[in-house]
């Protein structure tokens, strides 16, 4: 039996359907028959070699027609090279590097496919399964030595579909090639990615051969790699059992113990931390509701981010993001930290200093800290009527939130300020007793 390319060439033969009466003729023979008589057609060599003549291919065993085809010295039509732009879908269709059985039609249009024919209608499903799975060591170790990913997978994949295609062979009754063929095909699924495929594979295998040390491993490393470690400890264990001086297993046992001993660390950190905000919240949600403050599920004002929120300090202080609204400009401003301790003097006095500066939008200089009245909007008689009154500015935030009546929309507690005496005040005042 041949090897390398050679062998590779035989697995091809192997993918022919079984079908036709190839007698006793060699497949240089039969090759020999079919060749056209004008060579203009025929591909160019490999550089520094020649074709073989029609006589000269007639006169190759089985063996050397394989090595002299994976020299390319072979005659063969020039539609048969490779377009760069379409490789993949071209070179399928070339027996040597085919992955599926072709069909009856490609055989009886292809004179090499006919001349592989001869050789596949003598061999034993056996030997069938046992080309496909050489064949698909070839890809396998192609597909793990390629430095480019496209390529490395390509012939990772044509390496599954050989190993599937000895798997199924019709007729093969060795137990031991069909769990090598699942245990090859978990390996290569392993370097695509597909875990649960490979599991699957090593599952098939240890039934088929129960001594198979790889299928162990190989589905420890699987069940490693989707963090299921229990199991991956179990499979390491049967094959340790089977052979105790396995360095990969006891390796691959002490990988996992340790990638389990991580991740009960990390989930014990992440049930800390849920417990932590947990705690957190309820201590916070008491606190609130200690201090008299009535809040109001919704979104916060559009002035506000979303995702602002009353905080606790580990003082038991609550801590509001809160809202200024100045409607004679129809303008905002947006507190990031109101302490519920603070004064709103404590604010208006940053904000607006008697002497200026001054706000962009206040043209005739007249918010002034001592000048300024505050305003709340109050909710009675289950949310039918609304009152606004007005705070002492030298309040602190936590007494106006406990005004009865008064409701927090979403975390953010709103306020109304304007110049007092002004004409402004007087009708807004109106309006909103009107509303």
Not at 5 to 15: I, K
Not at 148 to 175: F, P, S, W
Not at 275 to 290: C, H, P, R, S, Y
């Amino acid at each position: 039996m041949a090897s390398g390319d050679d062998g590779a060439a035989a697995a091809a033969a192997a993918t022919l359907a079984a079908g036709g009466d190839a007698g006793t003729e060699s497949c240089g023979e039969r090759l020999a028959k079919m060749l056209p008589k004008n060579t203009s057609d025929f591909a160019d060599p490999p550089p520094g070699k020649r074709l073989l003549t029609t006589e000269e291919v007639r006169a190759l065993d089985d063996d050397a027609f394989f090595e002299a085809y994976s020299e390319g010295i072979i005659p063969r039509p020039k539609d048969a090279l490779i377009d760069p732009d379409k490789w993949e879908e071209q070179i399928d269709k070339i027996p040597l590097f085919m992955t599926k059985a072709p069909t009856q039609e490609q055989i009886d249009t292809n004179p090499t496919l006919q001349a592989l024919q001869a050789i596949v209608d003598e061999s034993t499903p056996d030997e069938q399964a046992t080309y496909h799975k050489d064949h698909g060591n070839e890809e396998y170790k192609k597909g793990r030595n390629a430095k480019d990913k496209k390529l490395r997978v390509y012939h990772l994949r044509r390496a599954v579909d050989m190993y599937t295609q000895g798997i199924a062979e019709v007729g093969c009754e060795n137990a031991t090639i069909i769990a090598t063929l699942h245990t090859n095909r978990a390996a290569a699924n392993l370097m695509l990615g597909n875990n649960r495929k490979a599991i699957n594979d090593c599952k098939a295998s240890v039934k088929l051969n129960p001594q198979n040390i790889k299928a162990y491993w190989r589905a420890a490393v699987a069940f490693r790699n989707i963090s299921k470690h229990d199991e991956a400890i179990e499979w390491c264990d049967k094959g340790l059992q089977i052979d105790p001086r396995c360095a990969e297993l006891s390796t691959q046992r002490k990988a996992s113990v340790k990638a389990k001993s991580a991740l009960a660390k990390q989930q014990r950190m992440r049930d800390r931390e849920v417990k932590k905000k947990e705690t957190a919240q309820t201590k916070l949600a008491d606190t609130i509701k200690a201090h008299g403050v009535v809040m109001r599920a919704g979104p916060n004002s559009s002035t506000a981010p979303e995702d602002a929120r009353v905080t606790l300090d580990d003082e038991g202080q609550l801590h509001w993001p809160a809202v200024f609204y100045y409607p004679e400009h129809q303008m905002t401003d947006f507190v990031t930290d109101f302490a519920e301790e603070q004064t709103f003097d404590d604010h208006l006095e940053v904000m607006f200093p008697p002497n200026g500066p001054f706000a962009g939008w206040d043209q005739k200089q007249e918010y002034r800290h001592g000048r300024l009245n505050l305003y709340c909007e109050l909710t009675l008689k289950g949310y039918k009527q609304t009152k606004t009154v007005k705070l002492d500015t030298s309040q602190t935030l936590r007494s106006a939130l406990a005004i009865p009546g008064y409701e927090v929309q979403g975390h953010t507690p709103a306020f109304f300020i304007l110049v007092a005496g002004s004409a402004f005040e007087t009708l807004f005042l109106k309006r909103q007793k009107e509303a």
